[in-house]
């Protein structure tokens, strides 16, 4: 007789899996114990990991955010020549004292916004360049390049630097404008305006209706901006008057008046030619033999005729 053994074992596991369902699976005791200790163990082990990694979270937290290793505690600026390092300093230094996203500080050196400290600086100051460099683990430098200043704007009592277009530089400060006086703006005479970095006086646009100007603004037409420099040359080449500085109503004006040291004015028209206006001014003081400082102004504008006062 032929023995199946395929359909024997298979009778027997099931004569197994029936006897373990009546009568129960024997557990030894000790085997028991050792898994739930084993079991205990590997909870003890997680909650010591999760801890620590916690612990280590918080560690990294306090040691790159918020505590001081990484806070900028020097501010190196490089290259300015007119600006006043002390006031753009304060202006970096209230910006550090911001936070990124509500945050994360703008003092700690790895997470400082760059773009916002760039703003802030372009809305005080038009440079030609502005490069911000990471020193760590505490030092922020700043390289900068001026744009030259060709003349002074003064109105509504504050005065501007400006470039060769018009365009408005920076405000400058009390300090700047009255170095060791405490007067208003005209009070007795116009301040002596200089550069003291190149020693050559800038001529100053002074403007007597108040307006709203900007930093980075051109304040007015670059051609009557040209020309009303530019007039300062002619004078000077054509005549032996000496300039102190230029008068304009408002912004919007196509004339302006020529102040000359000894305080007496030349008005001029922007829509004409500024060299016949005043060369017919100097001839007509030479022909009617007029000691102009005993005037206050000679009005050129008028094709055929001067007036004077």
Not at 38 to 53: N, S
Not at 129 to 157: C, F, H, M, V
Not at 163 to 188: K, N, Q, T, V, W
Not at 232 to 260: A, E, G, H, S
């Amino acid at each position: 007789m032929i023995k199946d053994f395929k359909v024997a074992k298979h009778f027997k596991k099931h004569r197994l899996l029936d006897h373990s369902r009546r009568v129960g699976r024997y557990k030894n005791p000790l085997f028991a114990q050792r898994a739930d200790q084993i079991l205990k163990l590997r909870k003890v082990k997680k909650r010591i990991i999760i801890v620590a990694v916690i612990v280590a979270v918080c560690a990294l937290f306090y040691f790159f955010i918020i505590g001081p290793y990484f806070y900028i505690s020097k501010v190196s600026v490089e290259g300015i020549n007119t600006i006043k390092g002390q006031e753009l300093q304060k202006l970096v230094e209230e910006f550090l004292n911001t936070r990124r996203y509500l945050v994360l500080p703008n003092q700690n050196i790895l997470f400082m916004d760059t773009g916002r400290l760039r703003r802030e600086i372009g809305e005080n100051y038009v440079l030609d360049d502005l490069k911000i460099k990471r020193k760590l683990p505490n030092e922020l430098i700043l390289q900068i390049q001026e744009r030259a200043s060709d003349s002074i704007l003064s109105i509504g009592g504050n005065y501007y630097y400006l470039d060769s277009r018009g365009i408005i530089l920076r405000r400058l400060s009390e300090a700047e404008i009255y170095p060791g006086l405490s007067a208003g703006p005209f009070s007795g005479d116009l301040p002596e305006f200089k550069n003291i970095i190149d020693e050559r006086t800038l001529p100053l646009i002074y403007v007597l209706t108040p307006g709203d100007v900007q930093i980075g603004q051109q304040f007015m037409n670059f051609e009557c901006y040209d020309k009303i420099l530019g007039s300062q040359y002619i004078l000077t080449m054509n005549t032996p008057y000496t300039i102190k500085y230029f008068k304009i109503n408002d912004l919007n004006v196509r004339w302006f008046k020529l102040v000359t040291v000894d305080g007496w004015e030349i008005h001029l028209d922007l829509d004409k030619n500024l060299q016949t206006q005043i060369v017919k001014v100097y001839t007509f003081i030479k022909e009617e033999k007029l000691n102009p400082s005993d005037y206050q102004y000679f009005n050129a504008r008028y094709e055929d005729k001067i007036y004077y006062k």
